[in-house]
């Protein structure tokens, strides 16, 4: 499910429970439903709809206070800074009705007695809104003068206010330093730093800090580009790129985020949005990418050049509804004033870039330096073509990788000298395009997952027919890992199950097929799509069963069951770790040779220590006589001590296979010592936590886990001592 429609949920969910509670006539559950249908709507994209629920809340503490606890009585008056804000966002909300709202929080502040600072942030924020620069330095002053109290934004917010003060003041330094503490992480909340990154980008680029304002675009857009609610905050990184040199990844970008031309609830971050993408596509039609093909609005055959059109219009006709509520041109000079901006720099690298040919800083309105030319620059290398530099420079880089130092700096270098070479007159976009390709995996290979993601993105559609396959699956997979090390989980599933669909065209890609399909579907895993998971892995199923690799087989239909408790519940994960007990039973016993009869016997232990967890899922909690009805004892009982007798199979399984299957055999023996204890026999826990303990201490134990192990062991097996709280362990 998309994030549209997740949000959808949360709101309809919501709603619910506010009209059962009001069907019930429980107040104290209809201010609670109440207070979680604002914060659905006012953080959900659906700002517009705040006002009836929140107006019936004040009616309900006017004529019922005590329906409301003391936290309840703190929320509502903290939701007043959301409404004031929201009433702000919607052109169609009137001034007076904007004004009424700020004033009834004043007062509201006043009688409870809260300092007014978040009073002013707010008055600060419409005059901003408004053009007022007199009201907005009267309300910046009382603001700073105010009392922090309860009431006050949180830190990030109140730094990230300071920054923008200093911003209109025409200070970008002084505003780099006032949002420090956000861009360095000191302070953080559930906006910030999403938005001061993104609004720090041109203030950095002036200021002549290139490398930091790609650092902020790198990981700020990684930060919103699937939240739902920070389509402004997109606009501004759209904007930086227009503003840099990027113009393609800005497309990238737009293209990536075109459910964001449906107008949504909150007019204000749409408008944002909006002018952000008329900018970039004004730079894309001026730098002779009119006729692109851009995906836009549903329903039409967009250029750059006509959804510039739509962009402009829709940006001008939003904004000059604000005005008209306004009565000012603030907000229409602001936009055409943001639209019309002039590059700050061309050709910024959105990749760390070592010095040499492959960096070529640009000013504003100059054309790219090539360099030297190569024909006629001394030394050896003067009689090689730009084709033959690239060539050897990709050959080098290469030859690096082979000796073990393919991802320092000296192969960063060669990579990105071959892309720059290659990009020259003579060059080879082909093979321009696979210099940056190995510089993506370098960045991924390195542990700087953000460059990867840039330089990855960027070298995707520049792969095509002519590059070999593997080069292609490598440039999905690197892509995945990206993803999912800037936890992007959704995308990189959809990285993986491309990969995976390329090694299959490869005559020798059949494992590394069922190797990336699985990968696919543990990241839709992660991604919080058990269905889609449960499809990937019986692909993955069908590729190791026809592989005859009947261990990864096993091991894809245990991760199956665990995602199908997720999606279908107990009683279809029971079927489904079923299956995969059947599965590696039967090739366990049809083994004939190691080393593969003994991996399928460790798998088997494996699939009876699942087969015990799931069994636990079956209870609601360990079984205490004294907590809960009989029959619940009963049935929790029942399923740990079907988990116990499923570890014990276990434990007799892991034991035939000697060497292999000791750091699955220790484990597990704790686990049903554990189990012995919960389920009362307090001496046959005893027993076996002492024999555990003294069986690991003979072992080597060089990271120490074993001496954890022990440890554990002995507060089993100890006089009246009690285990450690048991943990949830990951599942195989």
């Keep these: 499910m998309g994030p549209q429609g997740a949000t959808r949920n949360l709101h309809a969910r919501a709603e619910e429970l506010a009209d059962e509670a009001a069907a019930t006539d429980d107040r104290p559950r209809l201010v609670a439903a109440l207070t979680l249908l604002v914060q659905s709507y006012s953080f959900g994209g659906e700002c517009a709809r705040t006002f009836v629920p929140f107006r019936r809340l004040l009616r309900m503490y006017d004529e019922h206070p005590a329906d409301f606890g003391e936290d309840d009585v703190r929320r509502l008056h903290w939701m007043f800074k959301w409404v004031v804000t929201d009433a702000r966002r919607q052109p169609d909300v009137p ?22 600072r978040a009073v002013h942030g707010a008055e600060f924020r419409l005059a ?53 503490p956000v861009l360095n992480g000191t302070h953080s909340c559930h906006r910030e730093p999403h938005e001061t990154l993104a609004r720090s980008l041109l203030p950095l680029v002036r200021t002549g800090r290139a490398d930091q304002a790609r650092d902020h675009h790198l990981r700020g857009y990684g930060m919103v580009r699937a939240e ?24 990238r970008i737009l293209a990536e985020q075109s459910r964001r031309w449906a107008e949504s609830g909150d007019r204000l971050d749409h408008l944002g949005w909006l002018a952000g993408a008329a ?53 229409s000079d602001g936009v055409r004033s943001r639209m019309a901006a002039e590059p700050l720099r061309e050709g910024l690298p959105l990749t760390a870039e070592p010095p040499g040919p492959a960096a070529h800083p640009r000013t504003p309105g100059s054309r790219p330096d090539p360099g030297p030319d190569p024909s006629s620059s001394p030394g050896p290398e003067s009689s090689l073509s730009p084709l033959d530099r690239a060539r050897m420079s990709l050959a080098l880089a290469q030859s690096l990788a082979s000796s073990g130092d393919g991802t320092g700096p000296q192969a960063e270098r060669l990579l990105a000298d071959a892309a720059y070479f290659a990009g020259l007159p003579g060059g080879s976009p082909h093979l321009g395009a696979l210099a940056r390709l190995r510089l993506g995996g370098l960045h991924c290979e390195a542990g700087r997952h953000d460059e990867a993601v840039a330089v990855l993105e960027s070298v995707l559609p520049d792969l095509d027919e002519t590059h070999e396959p593997d080069d ?57 799509q058990p269905a889609e998971a449960c499809r990937a892995y019986a692909r993955a199923e069908e590729l190791w069963r026809a592989l005859g690799e009947h261990g990864a087989l096993v091991r894809a239909q245990r991760a199956r069951a665990w995602e199908t408790l997720a999606a279908h519940g107990l009683a279809a994960a029971d079927t489904a770790m079923a299956e995969a007990l059947h599965t590696n039973r039967h090739h366990a016993e049809a083994a004939e040779q190691d080393p593969e009869r003994t991996e399928l016997y460790v798998e088997l232990g494996r699939t009876h220590v699942q087969l015990a967890r799931l069994a636990m899922e079956h209870a609601d909690g360990p079984p205490l006589a004294d907590r809960g009805t009989p029959e619940q004892y009963t049935a929790n009982t029942r399923a740990f001590a079907t988990a116990l007798a499923h570890t014990e199979r276990a434990i007799e399984t892991l034991r035939t296979c000697g060497g292999p299957g000791l750091a699955d055999l220790h484990p597990t023996e704790l686990l049903a010592a554990r189990l012995e204890f919960v389920l009362g026999h307090q001496d046959r826990a005893a027993a076996r936590a002492s024999a555990l303990a003294a069986a690991v201490r003979e072992r080597p134990d060089p990271d120490g886990t074993l001496a954890y192990l022990a440890e554990e062991c002995d507060l089993i097996a100890g006089p009246g001592r009690a285990p450690r709280h048991q943990r949830r362990q990951g599942r195989a």
Excluded: K
């Design 472 to 528: 292609r699956t490598q440039a999905h997979t690197w892509l995945a890992r990206g993803y999912l090390h800037t936890h992007q989980p959704a995308l990189a599933a959809a990285q993986f199950t491309q990969a995976a669909a390329l090694a299959r065209t490869s005559p020798d890609g059949r494992h590394e097929e069922a190797s990336l399909t699985q990968r696919a579907a543990q990241t839709l895993g992660l991604a919080g």
């Design 279 to 331: 900018l970039l596509l004004r730079r894309a039609v001026e730098t002779g990418h009119g006729e692109r093909a851009v995906p836009g609005p549903p329903g039409g055959a967009w250029t750059a050049a006509t959804l510039l059109d739509h962009a402009r219009e829709a940006a001008l006709g939003l904004a000059s509804r604000f005005d008209r509520r306004n009565g000012t041109t603030a907000v």
């Design 228 to 251: 739902e609610a920070f389509g402004s905050v997109v606009g501004r990184h759209v904007e930086f790129c227009a503003l840099t040199g990027n113009e393609a990844r800005g497309l």
């Design 95 to 116: 001034l007076t009705e904007v004004e009424v709202w700020l004033a009834r929080m004043r007062r509201g502040y006043r009688a409870a007695g809260y300092s007014e």
């Design 128 to 180: 901003r809104h408004l053009g007022d620069a007199a009201r907005a330095t009267r309300a910046y002053t009382a603001w700073t003068a105010a009392a922090r109290d309860d009431m006050a934004d949180c830190l990030a917010c109140e730094y990230a206010t300071e920054g923008l003060r200093q911003l209109d003041l025409g200070d970008d330094r002084a505003a780099l330093d006032g949002w420090e």
